[in-house]
């Protein structure tokens, strides 16, 4: 599933591409993206066609696309999901569900493209968030992440001290701490050295600190290369694959060996996908004692 630098990667090209264009037409090819628009296809094409997008902005995974009306298209990229910008005219994709027709009060460089949204799984989707052009209501118990300039490290280390629960899972939960998935939990836990379940009230601030420096460092680092892709299911607005899957030094490598210390990274089951890491670098903490 597509992760915070994904998901900006795809949102620094539609603010590049989309801001100030109109939607002149809205196609649904297939219902199913949007089943949590209460709206349904009709609604959903009615109150955006004549809209004027004034810009894109993003919380963890979801991205949107405000309006001048103060509602805002809220989308979610799901496991295969992608915004594509391409030429009126171009081949459709295969699993095209949704096409946008646009118009811009600009020159005519721009003139000519539509947007898509192509989702093979489907599980991704859009909708209308009515007056959600700041902050949608319906992701609004979504955190805050270590990109943004208002995150507050302070209190998600109080927080992460207070839980039992194991890092990992902490890491991954999109109301503590949003934007970090399977990918990029693992590579930070691996460059602090830290097991996956170790409890969070056994980290100590500064090894919490440390390790939240570590998601900002890996996510930026991602940035920088537009993402990971291990297959054509991401690509950014243009269509095309970022490159730091080449720099992963846990996730994915079973079997390889670790680039500190040559040991072969390990794979296990964790809720219901895989945790990749060093059994030397990250040692798996010691079971509480029982409580007698």
Not at 69 to 96: C, I, K
Not at 149 to 161: L, N, T
Not at 170 to 199: C, F, K, M
Not at 209 to 214: N, S, T
Request: proline share 6%; hydrophobic share 40%; with cysteine.
């Amino acid at each position: 599933m597509p992760e915070l630098p994904e998901v900006e990667v795809v949102r620094a090209g539609l603010e590049r591409h989309v801001t100030g264009a109109t939607f002149t037409s809205v196609e649904v090819l297939h219902p199913r993206p949007l089943r949590r628009d209460p709206r349904g296809s009709t609604g959903f094409v009615a109150a955006l066609v004549g809209r004027r997008v004034v810009g894109v902005r993003r919380r963890g995974k979801y991205f949107w696309l405000a309006l001048d009306t103060g509602d805002a298209l809220l989308g979610h990229l799901g496991m295969s999901g992608q915004m594509l910008v391409q030429p009126v005219g171009a081949p459709e994709e295969r699993h095209l569900r949704v096409r946008f027709g646009l118009d811009f009060a600009r020159p005519a460089a721009d003139a000519g493209l539509e947007l898509r949204f192509v989702d093979q799984r489907m599980f991704g989707g859009l909708l209308v968030s009515t007056g959600g052009a700041e902050l949608p209501s319906e992701i609004a118990h979504i955190a805050r992440d270590p990109l943004d300039p208002e995150w507050d490290e302070a209190e998600v280390v109080r927080r992460v001290r207070r839980r039992a629960s194991g890092i990992k899972r902490q890491l991954l939960d999109q109301t503590l701490v949003s934007g970090v998935g399977n990918i990029y939990a693992d590579e930070a836990l691996w460059r602090a050295g830290i097991h996956g379940e170790r409890p969070g009230d056994r980290l100590t601030a500064a090894q919490v600190r440390e390790l939240l420096g570590h998601v900002r460092d890996v996510m930026n680092h991602a940035l920088v290369q537009g993402g990971t892709s291990f297959d054509a299911l991401y690509v950014n607005v243009n269509g095309e694959s970022g490159y730091f899957d080449r720099s992963l030094h846990a996730y994915g490598r079973e079997g390889e060996p670790c680039d500190r210390c040559g040991t072969p990274v390990r794979r296990v089951a964790f809720m219901n996908r895989s945790s990749f890491f060093c059994p030397t670098c990250q040692r798996p903490p010691r079971r509480r004692a029982a409580r007698t």
